[in-house]
């Protein structure tokens, strides 16, 4: 998989990008993430990326040449390239507050694509003809308001790119993380087996595995309901899991 990330900020990227998770899929080849800088760009004397708003305001605008010019540059590269399935029609997802809001769903599609164009958002806003004519996509990571569609960027690569087969090692699959299965990762727990008087749950202990499995699945629910209980609607559960579902919902209102 490619990821292009347009941005005025290209510098902010270096770090994040080259370590951990992100670093090591680069690394293995699986993934390739390349930054361009927007400024790059821009074909006038002061290399100019903003102006102001027509009909007056705060804030600056962004220009729609240079980010045309980008992304028309990067399709051309993707076209020629020799990557076996490389396509000319891949997203373009522009990054503002104004999108749609980015979800562990919205990974798991968006990490099946061969290529992503990221545009970072930066100033008072876009052109309106980038949003219209170019961008063929417009997310959000959450209802506030950053400075800028870069850490937004960041945010989506590194989701993305964990779910890409080869990423994780089976050691540290991404099944298991919170969201996954619609509800939130059971408690965890690792040696000692007793800390300060706080013991490790006994059905952990038990080695038994269909037991284990079970408490977590309980412990999953359990802990949805209590923190995020909006997200039970959707979750998928078994007629049993159901009915458990309503007795806890039951203890937990007495
Ligand atoms: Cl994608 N961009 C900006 N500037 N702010 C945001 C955002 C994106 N998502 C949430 N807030």
Known sequence: MRIYV???????????????????????????????????????????????????????????????????????????????????????????????LFSQKSAVTLAAEKELILICGHYGGVDERIREHLATDEISIGDYVLSGGELAAMVIVDAVVRLVPGVLGSEESALGDSHMSGLLQHPLYTRPQSFRGWDVPQPLLSGNHAQIARWRREQSILRTLKRRPDLLENALFSPQEKRMVEEMRRDASK
């Open 6 to 100: 347009l941005t005025l900020f290209p510098k902010m990227f270096e770090g994040p990008f080259s370590e951990s998770v992100l670093g090591r899929a680069q690394d293995k080849g699986i993934v390739e993430i390349v930054i361009r800088n927007i400024r790059d760009y821009a074909t006038d004397r002061h290399r100019t990326v903003d102006d102001y708003p027509y009909g007056g305001g705060a804030g600056m605008v962004m220009k729609p040449e240079p980010l045309f010019a980008a992304v028309e540059a990067v399709r051309k590269e993707i076209a020629s390239g020799t990557e076996e399935g490389a396509t000319e029609d891949g997203p373009i997802i522009l990054l503002t507050p104004q999108g749609r």
